[in-house]
């Protein structure tokens, strides 16, 4: 007995003269801190929340009466200087610490890099992620008791993790461990306030016995149900736990029910919304496919269309080289019928037989003029077809030129900025008086020059 009264005036003379360090130290940190000098916050605030090492000391004597005590036979490591400071002291420094992480996590990968290094600055972004910093803070501050962790505490470790977590699976499974151990407190509203005028001083290390830490209780339920559970896609579990809640009166349960409802409401229109603006744009990358492969099939259609019409051009500009083949082969073939039919007809009187010849000959020769005519309107017809057609070809070339610079030019619009922007210097340049002259001086001094070489060709030639 009077060893354990040591040990606890002891204890209490160590947090009495670590106070004062922690609250300069606790001074220091949130100066540079609002300096935005986070790394030297961090670095002078973590001698007070990081345990000491443990060093053996063989010197101590040992004492029998400590020895046989069982509470005093169980070594337990050093704890950190926060630890054994007050409520308040403690609050503060947790909650500087929590703001140094979210800073931290908050300035990004360049600027963490610089100020703590890759390795130190994932691992602090690790902490405020996947709650390593709420398992520190426990371990460290509150002796490793879930249910001693201050509410104002929790509060900030339970937003520091609904800000950076990817998922708040972690969060709901800490805040349920914090409300286990901490139920007795969160039972009734009435008997907490009744007993709120009548503590001592052996109240619960946590603190619940004032109407501040009423609010912090009020807050993490406020956290849990409508942010933590939401997020998770538990809203009947939500509305469940607001109803059974014992520490929620019939209008604080009302105003979560509400607020809940809100937040699923707002959360289903904007799914909703989100799958319209998706719905929309799978529609215009499909709407622009189509027109893509429509142009691109309509251009295909164009070139095999020129293509065909050249080809039908060349064949039809070809001279007709068989018909006239045919027409000298029928011509011969007439021939050789008169020269047939031609002794038949000897028979008849001398002064009668020339007169046949005479008159085959004015037809053979009526025939060979009307031979040379009807060749030549083929021929100018021929040529007129062809230059249609190669009209239409020039046509349907200049055609395909002019799309494909319409498309070049579609597709790079610089080009045509910049063409604009040559014309427009040009007519900048012309627009200048000085510019305009020196081009005349220019013209009439080569007009000069051409005129006195001209003379002198002439007067070389007459001579």
């Known amino acids: 007995m009077p060893s354990s009264a040591l040990h ?29 000098r986070v790394a030297e916050a961090l670095e002078s605030l973590q001698p007070i929340i990081e345990r000491p090492a443990q060093q053996p000391d063989d010197t101590t004597p040992h ?12 070594t337990q490591p050093p704890q950190a200087p926060i630890a054994t400071a007050s409520r308040g002291a403690r609050v503060k420094v947790w909650s ?16 963490g890099k610089d100020a703590f290094g890759a390795a130190r600055w994932r691992a602090l972004c690790a902490k405020a992620r996947d709650g390593g910093a709420w398992e520190e803070v426990q371990r460290n501050g509150y002796y490793d008791q879930e249910g001693d962790v201050d509410a104002d ?25 914090y409300l286990a151990a901490v139920q007795n407190p ?27 830490d009423l609010s912090s209780r009020l807050k993490i339920l406020e956290i849990y149900t409508l942010h933590v559970l939401p997020r998770n896609e538990e809203w009947e579990y939500a509305r ?24 699923q409401d707002e959360r289903s229109l904007d799914d909703k919304k989100e799958g319209e603006l998706q719905k ?96 030549n309107k083929k021929a100018k017809s021929s040529s007129s077809s062809g230059l249609y057609k190669r009209a239409m070809i020039l046509g ?42 020196r081009l005349d001086r220019i013209r009439e001094a080569s007009w000069d020059k051409i005129k006195r070489t001209v003379g002198m060709g002439v007067k070389v030639s007459y001579i």
Not at 8 to 36: C, E, G, V
Not at 64 to 72: H, K, R, W
Not at 186 to 198: E, F, P, Q, Y
Request: net charge positive.
């Open 8 to 36: 606890n005036s002891l204890s209490s003379i160590s947090s009495s003269q670590a106070l004062p360090d922690i609250t300069r130290t606790y001074k220091q940190s949130s100066q540079l801190f609002l300096t935005r």
């Open 63 to 74: 004492n029998t009466a400590e020895d046989s005590d069982p509470d005093q036979s169980e």
């Open 96 to 111: 500087l610490y929590i703001s140094i992480l979210n800073a931290v996590v908050e300035m990004g990968q360049e600027a």
């Open 153 to 177: 505490v929790v509060a900030n470790l339970a937003t520091l993790m609904l800000a950076h977590a990817p998922s708040q699976r972690v969060t709901q499974q800490k805040l349920e461990a």
């Open 186 to 212: 969160l039972l009734d509203v009435s008997g907490h306030m009744a007993r709120s005028g009548k503590t001592n001083g052996h109240a619960h290390q946590n603190g619940t016995s004032t109407p501040r």
């Open 240 to 263: 469940e736990f607001i109803n059974m809640s014992e520490i929620l009166d019939e209008e604080r349960k009302e105003a979560f029910l509400h607020a809940l409802q809100g937040i």
């Open 280 to 375: 929309q744009r799978e529609q215009q990358k499909e709407e622009a496919r189509r027109k893509q492969e429509s142009a691109r099939t309509q251009q295909q259609s164009d070139v095999e269309k020129l293509r065909k019409n050249a080809v039908a051009a060349k064949e039809k500009d070809r001279p007709p080289v068989k018909a006239s083949e045919s027409e000298h082969g029928v011509s011969e073939k007439r021939g050789a019928a008169d020269a047939k039919e031609s002794p038949g007809k000897a028979a008849a009187p001398n002064g009668s037989a020339t007169t046949p010849k005479a008159t085959s000959h004015t037809q053979n020769s009526s025939k060979q003029s009307s031979r040379p005519s009807e060749a």
């Open 396 to 437: 349907g070339s200049m055609q395909q030129t002019i799309l494909a610079m319409a498309q070049n030019l579609r597709a790079h619009p610089v080009m045509l900025i910049r063409m604009l922007a040559f014309l427009i210097a040009l007519v900048m340049a012309f627009a200048r008086r000085d510019v305009r002259d």
